[in-house]
């Protein structure tokens, strides 16, 4: 019987994406990725707001604005605690208040997530039908190693068809596949292929076994349903919008392998998605931006 554990990521564990490092402060992407939460929801603004403008931002400004989401006030500073306890975040008292600024890591951290976000689903390179096939074996008695594996392999893009064999039609990856065994002690005992798929099998049958593409557009249905309509009337209906839209766009680097269009199934709505998404953020970007400075001077008159 195949170990379930050691194949690739199933339905739950594909909203576990990570790329955090054994370099960086450690945080968990499955709160990132999970319902809303208060947590992911500072992510989501400190990414789109607070990172542009550069400027700390007052803890009663971040509070308001998570009240937005129904976020309580107790839930939102734990949220702050956390965030900075993580390494993002760095506080800084001025008499009885205090403000926030991102640390240099909690900076390099959104800003690779914000390029990822905004590049995702943004354009097709062409594919010649090489694979890149990566070999690691983790012994079953090391469950976090192997959890620390697929997570960053999967967040690279990598699907799993099988216990100890990662691929992913992207072959420009190699160097960050190796970058994560490195840095996992992984690399010595590992081995890497670019390959072509031969006769044995189906190359579909393949890619089903290592990608569960109907649960991703599943996703990106719900995101099309929720955003197709939705037209705010104001500058905080307008900020509300563009935050709730980057938030659940945010998911979908950790979702979708962005697998070759000759690998997807028929009529696949990433690129419809994909299309809204960017659409409707350089839309709304500006009100949002806008609104956002707003509320942030206006707890700095305080």
Not at 47 to 68: F, N
Not at 125 to 141: C, F, H, I, K
Request: proline share 6%; aromatic share 8%; net charge neutral.
């Amino acid at each position: 019987m195949v170990d379930r554990a050691s194949r690739g990521p199933g339905r739950r564990e594909r909203a576990d994406r990570a790329a955090a490092g054994s370099a960086r402060p450690v945080v968990s992407r499955r709160r990132e990725v999970g319902d809303v939460s208060a947590r992911s929801l500072l992510m989501t603004m400190l990414g789109e707001y607070v990172l542009p403008k550069g400027t700390p931002v007052w803890t009663s400004a971040l509070v308001d604005a998570l009240a937005m989401f129904g976020v309580e006030e107790k839930s939102a500073r734990q949220s702050l605690a956390r965030t900075a306890a993580e390494g993002w975040l760095a506080s800084e008292r001025m008499g009885r208040r205090v403000r926030w600024a991102l640390t240099p890591p909690g900076r390099r951290l959104l800003t690779e997530g914000a390029q990822r976000i905004y590049d995702f689903g943004s354009g097709e390179r062409p594919w010649d039908g090489t694979w890149l096939v990566v070999l690691v074996s983790v012994p079953e008695a090391k469950r976090d190693l192997r959890h620390r594996v697929r997570t960053r392999l999967t967040w690279a893009g990598f699907g799993s068809p099988e216990p100890g064999v990662w691929i992913t039609p992207h072959a420009d990856r190699e160097a960050e596949a190796l970058g994560v065994l490195k840095e996992l002690g992984l690399a010595d005992d590992a081995m890497s292929f670019a390959a072509t798929y031969g006769a044995v099998g189906s190359e579909a049958a393949m890619v089903a076994r290592a990608w569960d593409l109907s649960e991703v557009e599943d996703r990106y249905e719900a995101f099309i349903d929720e955003f197709t309509g939705l037209r705010p009337a104001d500058g905080a209906a307008v900020l509300h919008a563009q935050t709730m839209l980057v938030h659940e766009w945010r998911r979908f680097p950790f979702l979708d392998p962005q697998l070759p269009s000759k690998l997807l199934p028929a009529n696949w709505s990433g690129a419809k998605a994909a299309d809204l998404f960017h659409s409707r953020h350089a839309e709304w970007n500006p009100v949002a931006l806008r609104r956002w400075e707003e509320l942030a001077e206006g707890h700095g008159e305080r």
